[in-house]
């Protein structure tokens, strides 16, 4: 069939599959009382649940809309997801605390999860992409300057860490209506400098100078919070910009500058601090070491019990009585051992391993393509194989099977996907690669590149 054709018939099939403007308006509203925590900000609020309460409305919106979704179950992406909740339920009675599971772990692991079905079920138009995008890094920078507003006027900081001198020294939070700790504040920072630097600094000079004020901001906000683990994050993120530019000798050149200024505003605990990560003879390398063993630890934690696990959710609960002392896990790759077993742990990686294949195909069809109306998905695409690796490796040193990260990834890249297939501009490139689209999501290069011949299933 011809492309026109092909993008004729899947653009004809497009309002029907469009879920109503309500739920869309709702769920943006969903994103911001969730990040921005209004049951906090605003008094008697948390009494009515709003978080569950707008769990359950969006849940029943989208079943009295469910023959618009009935295909957009079937992406490949959601396999995984579907065969995870059902080994949940399978192996509820063979885990060591069931109970726990079902009076207290459940409810975070749901918040959590919704992200997935709720991004990619109504995020539905290259519009509505371009709000849910935008309205989420809003609420991401949002929870960065506020916090480090607070300091600058106030002297605002919201944690300490011990130090080896009997001290503490002062390290930057989230502001006090919201509930994360320095290292997830040093996460939130680095996950939202992709989104800056590809669709903010690609676009018009306006959203350039956007860039170029925010991002210092950002830099000093992660200096503040002395976050190791989000500082290697950091280094992951700005591989893959350096990877990606075509000025890498500026880019460089900014880098150093960077560095020097960052040190330049350190005190000696923080530098102390980040050197920690490779001199375990400085301020902070103790606590570096003992956070590996830590996750060593951890690991044979899992596996004391290695089929299963121990519960959803029951890290603390296993720790406390098999270590002696309660704390949540610092290794996403522990916990999934710990909580549901190598089988779980499995099908949580296939979870990973397919988004990711989804991505890489979307960077295929988008490589060579310049018309205006692609570069927005050609440029979330790069934010999201960039958030794929950061993930990944900020996961060695932060906890996630029951957090919202990896399940808004994943939504993400389902919704990017289906809306690059029925997108006629998305399946026209400066090659003439001509793209064939299953109803599945997946897609098949028909045509060589210029470079050879890729296929991808």
Not at 243 to 267: D, N, P, W, Y
Not at 271 to 277: D, F, P, Q, T, V
Not at 386 to 392: E, S, T
Request: charge should be positive; glycine fraction near 6%.
């Amino acid at each position: 069939m011809p492309i026109e054709g092909v993008a004729a018939q899947h653009q004809t099939k497009v309002p029907d599959q469009v879920v109503s403007s309500f739920t869309f308006v709702f769920f943006l509203y969903f994103i911001l009382d969730f990040f921005l925590r209004f049951s906090v900000r605003i008094p008697g609020y948390s009494n009515l649940r709003p978080t569950l309460v707008a769990v359950v409305i969006l849940a029943i919106l989208l079943f009295v809309q469910r023959e618009k979704l009935v295909k957009k179950f079937k992406h490949p992406v959601f396999k995984p997801v579907f065969v995870l909740l059902a080994y949940l339920v399978i192996s509820l009675p063979l885990v060591e605390w069931p109970g726990s599971v079902i009076r207290n772990n459940l409810d975070p692991f749901v918040k959590a999860i919704v992200f997935l079905f709720f991004t990619a079920l109504i995020v539905d138009t290259r519009k509505r992409l371009v709000w849910f995008v935008g309205v989420f890094v809003f609420c991401q920078v949002v929870r960065i300057l506020e916090p480090l507003y607070l300091n600058l006027t106030q002297g605002y900081w919201g944690s300490s860490t011990y130090l080896s001198t009997k001290e503490f020294a002062n390290r930057l939070a989230g502001a006090p209506a919201d509930v994360i700790n320095p290292n997830e504040l040093g996460f939130v920072i680095v996950t939202v400098i992709p989104f800056l630097h590809y669709l903010l600094w690609t676009g018009r000079w306006k959203l350039k100078a956007i860039y170029l004020v925010l991002m210092p901001l950002l830099l000093y906000a992660l200096i503040l919070t002395m976050s190791r683990g989000a500082f290697l994050a950091l280094i992951v993120v700005s591989f893959f910009i350096f990877k990606e530019s075509r000025h890498k000798t500026a880019l460089v050149g900014v880098a150093v500058m960077a560095i020097v200024a960052a040190f330049s505003v350190m005190t000696p605990v923080q530098k102390e601090r980040y050197l920690s990560i490779i001199d375990r003879d400085v301020e902070g390398g103790a606590s570096a070491e003992g956070r590996i063993q830590g996750m060593i630890r951890e690991f044979q934690l899992g596996l004391t019990r290695p089929v299963v696990g121990h519960g959803l959710g029951t890290t603390g609960e296993t720790k406390a009585n098999k270590l002696g002392r309660r704390q949540a896990s610092h290794n996403l790759y522990a916990e999934l051992l710990i909580e549901i077993g190598i089988i779980g742990f499995v099908i949580f990686i296939a979870f990973l391993v397919r988004a990711f294949k989804q991505l890489k195909v979307l960077q295929a069809m988008f490589g060579r393509a310049e018309q205006a109306d692609v570069s927005f998905y050609g440029n979330l695409t790069k934010v999201l194989i960039c958030l794929f690796w950061m993930y990944a490796v900020y996961s060695i040193n932060y906890w996630g099977l029951s957090q919202y990260y990896w399940y808004l990834f994943g939504g993400l890249t389902i919704a990017l996907g289906r809306l690059a297939m029925l997108d006629k501009s998305a399946l026209i490139n400066e090659s003439n690669v001509i793209t064939d689209a299953d109803e599945n999501g997946q897609f098949t290069l028909a045509k060589k590149l210029r470079n050879g011949r890729h296929h991808f299933n």
